[in-house]
C-alpha cells in the first residue's frame, strides 16, 4: 500500500505529558506504523491566568515563556525513546481541544489520536478534552482508554 492509497497519512497525537503518555504514544506509534503516515505530536498549555490583586511583580509572560521551554525540553526527551520518526513536535498555549483542532486543519492531519482516563459521572457530564476534541474536529478522533499507572511501594 502506498502512502497516497492509506486511511491515514498524518497523525497528530495530543499528549497531556502524564504518566500515562507512554501508553497513548506506544498505540500513536502502532497506527503510524500500519498506515506509514507522518506522525506529529502536541501539548497545550492552558494559558496562566490570575486573579487581579494589586501590583503583580512578576511578569506572567515570562512564566508561561518558560513553561513552554519545559514542555519543549520534555517532549524532545520523549522523542529520543520512541522508534518512529516524529516530523513535528508543537506546543501551544490555549484551550486544548480548539488548538489541536486548529492545528489539525493547518497539518492537515486525517487523525487526532488523544488519551482517555474513562472519566465517569460528573467529569463525564461537564466534559473531558478527548470529548471537546471529538466534537469539534474536521478528521477522525481516536481517545485511547490509559489504564492508571500505578506506583510500586
Same mark, same amino acid.
Given at each position: ?21 507512554? !501508553?497513548?504514544? @506506544?498505540?500513536?506509534?502502532?497506527? $503510524?506504523?500500519?498506515?506509514? /503516515?507522518? &506522525?506529529? *505530536? ?52 490555549? !484551550?486544548?481541544? @480548539?488548538?489541536?483542532?486548529?492545528? $489539525?486543519?493547518?497539518?492537515? /492531519?486525517? &487523525?487526532? *489520536? ?40
Amino acid at each position: 500500500m502506498n502512502n497516497h492509497d492509506s486511511l491515514y497519512r498524518h497523525i497528530l497525537v495530543g499528549l497531556d505529558l502524564t504518566d500515562e503518555t507512554p !501508553q497513548v504514544l @506506544s498505540k500513536a506509534i502502532k497506527i $503510524a506504523r500500519t498506515y506509514k /503516515a507522518q &506522525l506529529s *505530536i502536541a501539548h497545550v498549555l492552558e494559558p496562566i491566568t490570575f486573579a487581579y490583586g494589586g501590583d503583580m511583580p512578576l511578569d506572567i509572560s515570562d512564566v508561561q515563556a518558560q513553561q513552554v521551554q519545559r514542555i519543549e525540553n520534555e517532549l524532545q526527551e520523549l522523542i529520543k525513546n520512541i522508534d518512529y520518526p516524529v516530523a513535528q513536535e508543537h506546543v501551544l498555549v490555549g !484551550q486544548p481541544a @480548539s488548538e489541536l483542532h486548529y492545528l $489539525a486543519e493547518q497539518q492537515e /492531519a486525517d &487523525l487526532i *489520536i488523544v488519551g482517555s482516563h474513562g472519566r465517569k459521572g460528573f467529569a463525564l457530564l461537564l466534559g473531558s478534552t478527548p470529548n471537546s476534541v471529538l466534537h469539534g474536529a474536521t478528521c477522525d478522533v481516536l481517545a485511547v482508554y490509559v489504564a492508571p499507572v500505578t506506583q510500586v511501594g
